[in-house]
Structures are given as C-alpha cells and as structure tokens.
C-alpha cells in the first residue's frame, strides 16, 4: 500500500477552481512507498514545486486527492499535516541561535522542555552540529546552515519531509557533500522524503525513484538506472542527457528496431569523432572545447548536428576539418519501449 497516494492532483493558478488558465498541474497520479526518498525532477516550470506546495497544504488543489498514511489531507490545514518542509533559503530565523531555530517547532508543539532539550540536542548531533548550538545564523556556513535546517525539519519528526531545491545555493563540492549526508539521514531516520531538483545528478544519486515532470504531467516514473539508461520518451532523453537524438526514420546507422521504437539517442560520450571514412556518418566540425581527458566536438551532419568526443592527446581535428563519427550501438537508448512501472 502507498504510504503517499496523489490521485488525478490538479492545480490551476487563476481566480477560481473554474479559472480557463491552463493547469500548472494536469491530473497527476504518484504512489510513493513509506520510508523512500522520491524525486521530482525537470525544468523550471514543469509543476514539481506546485505538486510540493499542494502536498504540504500551502495550496489548494483544483481537483484530485492526497492521501498521507491512510488520511486524506486533500482539505487540511498544513499546521495539521505533520509534514517537515525544507526551502532553498533554509527560512533560518536570523535572531535565534541555532538551538533555538531547532527547537522552534517543538515549542509551538508544546513539548516539555526536558524532552525538548533531548530531542534538539539529538537532532544536531545527527548532523554534526551539536558543537554549534549557541551560535547565530550569520556565524554559519551555506553548507553548516542547510543542515540547521534539515535538523528543524527532522527533530519534529514529520510523517513526511519535503526538500524544495535545498542544495541550489551551494558551491559544487558541498552539492556533493550534502548529496551524501541527506542520503544518511534518510536511512537512519527512515523518514519518508519528496525532493524536488531541477538537478539530474541530484536526483540519481539520492533517490529510490526518480518523477521526471513535464508541463504538469508525468513522463517518467522510475528507478533511476531505468531513467538514466531507457528514457521513456523524446524529452526525458533530452532532459538526462542524450543530446544526440533521432527519429526512427532518421537514423545516422542501420539498425534492427523493435515496431514500437519511435527515437534512438546516444549521449555524447557513446559518439566518437574519428577520422573521414572511419565512421558511419560524414561530417565538419562546428566547434571543439577541451574537457580534460577528452575533447568534445560539435559537428555538422546531413542529419543535423552531432556531439562527440575524441581523446585529447593527439586528436588533430580545428573548426572546418572533415571527420567522421562512429556511433557505439551496444550505448544507443531506445525510446519507446515499454516501461517496467514502478513498485508501490
């Protein structure tokens, strides 16, 4: 059974339910098991942060059900939902210390102070921040202040977390960092959790199940193997990362195809720029930028625009030269094929 059940979630910005504006959210159907991190994933604007906010109560849905460990909370208020929420601001009270700001929902759950201290001080050291309990927000670090903010989340202990973009502010190495202490703290605290990331590299390396959003709707819903490796449609492909895609009647190389595959796509790392001749489709390099260990090529071909790689060392091809590219088929996505769907 799901733990978090969204039914038919409608959500349209407009004076009223009846407004003629299109729906920020079209019918949106979720399950999510008790005890996984789900993200929501795509461009800004596709509704995932909509979802969020009508999930926690701070919006009411136009049409469609939510369903939270058996209740329906459709109608709630969110002071009544007993859902945590973490921002991309963290939304740290700049005049209290961070004890305070942990605490700070206990207080208004009246809790009794022993239990209360117990509970604060356990939330901090579970992310490395019990040494830090007296000091201010503006004496914090991005990285030490998101964590603040998890522990605020967390020490109240939420039916459910949600983490609206809540590593965006940070500089790329604490991503990563931070990436691997959320994934901690969901393990052990076992709490159910809904991330939203425009992010990809977020979303595979945190999630149990990965909702790739698109105008409101779901393209996919998945493992994040079976997202980043069999996209389920044209966008999803673009969106992970195969800048390189073709409709079935288009294709650079000949191949065997199932009836129902309507695009294949290579990521630019299964695409080698080779020599003229040595590769199944002709073209002239466009541009070239070094990438370290490789450099990558945009080149232009009779079947638009490719991009590959070639190894840095020794790869002689300028903007202008004629190459040739050589497409790894054992790497090729297949779109279209059916989708395993995911447990509930």
């Known amino acids: 059974m799901s733990y978090l059940l969204i039914e038919g979630l409608r959500i349209t910005y407009g004076p009223s339910a009846k407004s003629t504006a299109a729906p920020a959210v079209h019918g949106l159907h979720l399950a999510v098991p008790q005890g996984q991190l789900i993200s929501l994933l795509g461009p800004s604007g596709c509704g995932k942060t909509t979802t969020m906010r009508a999930i926690a109560g701070l919006l009411a849905p136009s049409g469609g059900r939510i369903t939270l460990a058996g209740q329906d909370i459709t109608r709630l208020p969110a002071h009544q939902r007993d859902i945590g929420l973490v921002f991309q601001s963290y939304a740290l009270f700049p005049h209290l210390n961070v004890f305070d700001n942990v605490a700070f929902g206990l207080r208004l759950r009246q809790v009794e102070a022993q239990a209360l201290r117990q509970r604060t001080l356990e939330a901090l050291a579970s992310v490395g921040l019990a040494d830090f309990a007296q000091r201010l927000p503006a004496q914090l670090s991005g990285g030490q202040q998101q964590r603040v903010a998890l522990a605020r989340a967390l020490v109240i202990r939420p039916r459910l977390l949600l983490l609206d973009e809540p590593l965006s502010n ?62 389920a449609s044209a966008f999803v492909a673009s969106f992970m990362g195969y800048e390189n895609l073709f409709e079935r009647t288009k294709l650079p190389v000949a191949m065997d195809l199932p009836a129902h595959v309507t695009h294949v796509a290579w ?71 059916p989708q395993a769907a995911p447990s509930t």
């Open 170 to 231: 940070l500089d790329a190495r604490l991503r990563v960092e931070m990436r691997a202490e959320l994934r901690r703290l969901q393990r052990e605290s076992g709490v159910t959790m809904l991330y939203v990331t425009h992010d990809q590299d977020e979303a595979l390396g945190l999630s149990d199940r990965i909702v790739v959003m698109r105008e409101g709707r779901v393209e996919q819903d998945a493992e994040p193997a079976a997202v980043y490796h069999q996209p």
């Open 267 to 337: 990521r630019a790392l299964a695409v080698a720029v080779v020599a003229p001749g040595q590769g199944a489709l002709a073209g002239t390099v466009l541009s070239r930028s070094y990438a370290g260990e490789r450099l990558e090529f945009w080149v232009r071909t009779a079947r638009g625009d490719v991009r590959g790689v070639a190894p840095a060392d020794g790869t002689p091809w300028q903007e202008g030269d004629a190459v040739a590219l050589d497409f790894d088929l054992q790497r090729a996505a297949l779109i279209g094929s």
